[in-house]
Every structure is written in structure tokens, then in C-alpha cells.
């Protein structure tokens, strides 16, 4: 018998002879007239619809919310419930990991999904102390939209020390965000610890290009929210975040108190039956243990609890100093600082803070026998501030935190405009603001200093 030969068929060419007759496409019913419309969402009478689109770079056709929906039932209205369940595993941080890797880590909830409820937050801060300090207000914000929510927060070194002032804070990770070029092992290393935490929204305020975006996008949290840059540099980035706030400038600090006011608008927004959370004021906690340390300081520099002046703000070069980065000209001279330590002498102590060791030299030759005291850390100076009778400072930390504490306190910038900026509602603070008239900080009026010192601290009146 012969063998035969099997041969693979050859596929035929594409013929649009032999494709489906006309007539059978005439078979096909036509799709509803309302599919070929876009309806814009009217706002009803039980909440308001925003007009802004969720991403306009990933779905053009989103109008927002379906007005004509109605809600109400327990999984898709309200504020979200805090887990009522003891934790799988006490000893875990996490609290769920009592499965083997790689099998059902967690099992989400309804209300995660429907109501877009988040468990856990992770915050990516740029800056320093200033800018850490002034993004207290969001983190309490986050805590009273999303009861039960645990906040962790990613930012710098120096950054890092202003969450030992913060009890809403979980986890603090040391890691610049504002460095463009990170060394490839630390940065896989941050991207692999903020996806084993599983989180449900991650905020950054660092202006995001298409690189941090992408930092944020390997996070695999649900939610993505930056702040962008406002030119080209953000082509790209609205394609993997879910939320994206435009500032007015590239440097976000020179927005002053209210840097973050969009991130703010955008967390405390009414949604369904859950009105608009109002923005907390600035507070901070100080630790048992770092008022001991601090009071042990201030002892030993000669001063007593509630008989000092806090004087921050002296010029120098180190990165302790706790100035803004929307403030570069916020730092005195210490001959400035004499003229005005001398005057109130006589009815409070005054306490130069330092920097750095390599200051307290300047002091001592200007000052005579002057009580001066290192603080490097926030948390250092909020408990000194906190001890005092009151801060004469610069644009630095000290005059925030001594409003947070509600200390009476006397703020130098080097212009009106910067002082209204930063200090909002003065009065209310019991913050008076002197600023210089030529907008150098360099040119201001010590001796306007003394008076309203005098007043502020209630100073008996001496010749100067």
C-alpha cells in the first residue's frame, strides 16, 4: 500500500467577496438612541454631583456618578465602620496573615469595594519639618472621613522626626521622596514595602511627572492621588493615577498654611449621605519622655518652667534650623536677636534655640551669659515651646507649633504678604506679625519687637 503524504493546509487569503452578504447586516437591530447620546448628570436633590470628571486621561466617557441611582442600603451609605473582628494573628501588625504566601491573603469586604472604604493610607510627604508639620491637618482629616483608617507616612530623614508629635501616624518611613535619582536597590526596596502592605489609597504631595507616577502606580493601591506639575512635565502621569491636583507654582510651599487645600477639598468632598468633614486645626502631642529631656535641658541652661521666651530662628547653615522652603529668607542674625533679648531681660528669660553646636560660640560673643539650649529634633522644640510663656521667632516650626499649643507668640517675616500666608487668622493664634518694610528679613524694626513684646507677654515696662 503507498504511503500517502500528508501536507499542512495553506491558509486562503483574506477575500472580501466571500465575507457576510449585505443583507445580513441589515438582520442586526439597532442599538437604543440612548447609547449613542452621553447624558450629563443633573444634580439631585439628596447630594450634589461634582462636575469633575474621576480621570479624564483614562476614561473620556465618564461623567461622574449616575444621578437617577439611588442608595441607602448599609453597604454603599455612610461613613465606613471600624473591623470589629479581633486581629487573626495579635502578634502580626498586619493582622491577617494567618495563610500561607501566595494563597487568600484577606478577604475584602463588600463595603470595600461598593462604598470604596480604606483600611489603610499611605502618605508620601515632600519636604522637611515645615512641610511635614502642615500635613497634620490631612492625616486628621483622613482619620475622621475613614474611621478606623491606619495612616502610614513615607518622606524624608528630617521629615521622618515630626511624627513623633503625631499619635495618628502607624509606621514612619525614611525615604526621600524628592530625590530624582535613587539608588535602584532602595528604590525596589520602598516599592516591595508598600505593596506588602496592601494599601487602599496612597497620597503624595510631591509634584509627580511620569516617574513618580509610576512609584505610586507599582504601590497597587486602589486609589492614587497627587499633586502634578503644573507644565509638560505632568504628560503621562494622569494615566496611572486616579486623582491629580494641579498647584500654581512648582515649589507647592509657597501656598504657605494652606499648601495642601486641594488634597484637602478633594478628602473632606460630601459623598452620598456623608457631609463634608470639616479641616481640623494644627495640633500636636508631645511624649512624656521628651518633656523630661527638654525640661532637663532648659534647667540647665538657668530657666524655669513658664519664666522664658523662646527665641528661634537664628541664621545659620544647618538643616535643623526648621525653616519653609517657600520661605528661604527666614533666618536672623544673632546681633538682631541681642538687641531684642536685652530688652526683655528684665521680665522673662529669654532661651536661644541652636541648630548646632558650632552657634553657641556666636551667642556667647554677642550675648552676655545668654541661656542658650541645643534642639534639633520637632519634637524637642514643641515641649520647649509647650514650657515657655511664649516664641519670638522667624517664619520656622516654633511659631506653628506654638500656635498648635496655643502659645502667644510673635512671628518675623521679611514681608506683609508672606506673614498672611503663613500665619491665617493671626489674632485668633495670639500670634502678632511684624514684618520688614523694605522685605528683607535683615532690615526689621527690632524696636517695634520690644514693644509688642512687652504686650504679648505681658512685660513690666524698662528703659531701653
Excluded at 439611588?70 to 465606613?80: C, P, T
Excluded at 546681633?335 to 533679648?341: E, P
Excluded at 520688614?436 to 527690632?446: E, Q, R, V, Y
Aim: proline share 8%; charged share 25%; glycine share 6%.
Amino acid at each position: 500500500m503507498a504511503s500517502t503524504c500528508l501536507l499542512p493546509k495553506t491558509i486562503s487569503q483574506f477575500n472580501p467577496s466571500h465575507s457576510l452578504p449585505p443583507s445580513q447586516f441589515n438582520r442586526i437591530p439597532p442599538l437604543p438612541n440612548h447609547l449613542y447620546t452621553l447624558r450629563k448628570p443633573q444634580p439631585s436633590q439628596s447630594h450634589k454631583v461634582h462636575a469633575k470628571k474621576k480621570n479624564p486621561w483614562l476614561d473620556p466617557f465618564d461623567d461622574g456618578p449616575d444621578p437617577e441611582q439611588e442608595y441607602g442600603s448599609l453597604f454603599a451609605d455612610g461613613k465606613q465602620d471600624e473591623d470589629p473582628r479581633p486581629p487573626d494573628n495579635p502578634n502580626n501588625p498586619y493582622g491577617f496573615l494567618k495563610f500561607p504566601a501566595g494563597y487568600s491573603v484577606e478577604i475584602a469586604s463588600l463595603a470595600l469595594k461598593v462604598r470604596g472604604d480604606v483600611r489603610r493610607c499611605c502618605c508620601v510627604i515632600s519636604g522637611g519639618v515645615y512641610e511635614n508639620l502642615l500635613f497634620f491637618p490631612v492625616i486628621q482629616l483622613i482619620k475622621d472621613r475613614y474611621p478606623g483608617v491606619q495612616v502610614d507616612v513615607i518622606t524624608s530623614d528630617r521629615g521622618k522626626q515630626t511624627y513623633e508629635l503625631n499619635k495618628n501616624v502607624r509606621w514612619a518611613n525614611a525615604y526621600d521622596p524628592d530625590d530624582d535619582f535613587p539608588e535602584p536597590a532602595e528604590y525596589m526596596d520602598m516599592v516591595g514595602i508598600i505593596r506588602g502592605r496592601y494599601y487602599d489609597m496612597i497620597l503624595s504631595t510631591k509634584l509627580a511627572g511620569f516617574g513618580h507616577a509610576t512609584f505610586l502606580f507599582l504601590s497597587t493601591a486602589r486609589d492614587r492621588v497627587s499633586y502634578v506639575y503644573p507644565n509638560v512635565n505632568a504628560a503621562g502621569a494622569g494615566l496611572l493615577l486616579s486623582e491629580t491636583f494641579t498647584p500654581e507654582s512648582l515649589n507647592l510651599s509657597e501656598g504657605g498654611f494652606h499648601m495642601y487645600h486641594e488634597m484637602l477639598d478633594w478628602l473632606g468632598k460630601p459623598f452620598r449621605s456623608v457631609p463634608r468633614t470639616p479641616v481640623p486645626p494644627l495640633k500636636v502631642s508631645i511624649s512624656r519622655k521628651v518633656k523630661e529631656v527638654v525640661e532637663a535641658k532648659y534647667k540647665a541652661a538657668g530657666a524655669e518652667t513658664g519664666k522664658y521666651v523662646v527665641i528661634h530662628g537664628i541664621e545659620s547653615d544647618s538643616k535643623a534650623s526648621m525653616q519653609s522652603r517657600g520661605d528661604t529668607d527666614s533666618l536672623l542674625c544673632i546681633d538682631t536677636w541681642a538687641d531684642i533679648a536685652e530688652s526683655i531681660s528684665r521680665g522673662l528669660k529669654p532661651v536661644f534655640v541652636i541648630p548646632h553646636e558650632k552657634v553657641r560660640e556666636n551667642v556667647e560673643e554677642v550675648v552676655d551669659d545668654p541661656s542658650i539650649v541645643l534642639i534639633t529634633t520637632p519634637g524637642q522644640l514643641a515641649a520647649l515651646v509647650n514650657d515657655s510663656a511664649g516664641v519670638i521667632a522667624t517664619n520656622t516650626a516654633a511659631i506653628q507649633l506654638a500656635n498648635a499649643r496655643g502659645k502667644p507668640s510673635i512671628a518675623l517675616f521679611s514681608s506683609e504678604e508672606k506673614g498672611r500666608l503663613f500665619v491665617p487668622n493671626a489674632e485668633e493664634k495670639k500670634c502678632t506679625i511684624i514684618s520688614s518694610k523694605t522685605g528683607k528679613l535683615k532690615d526689621i524694626d527690632a524696636g517695634a519687637v520690644v514693644i509688642l513684646a512687652k504686650k504679648a507677654f505681658d512685660l513690666p515696662l524698662a528703659l531701653v
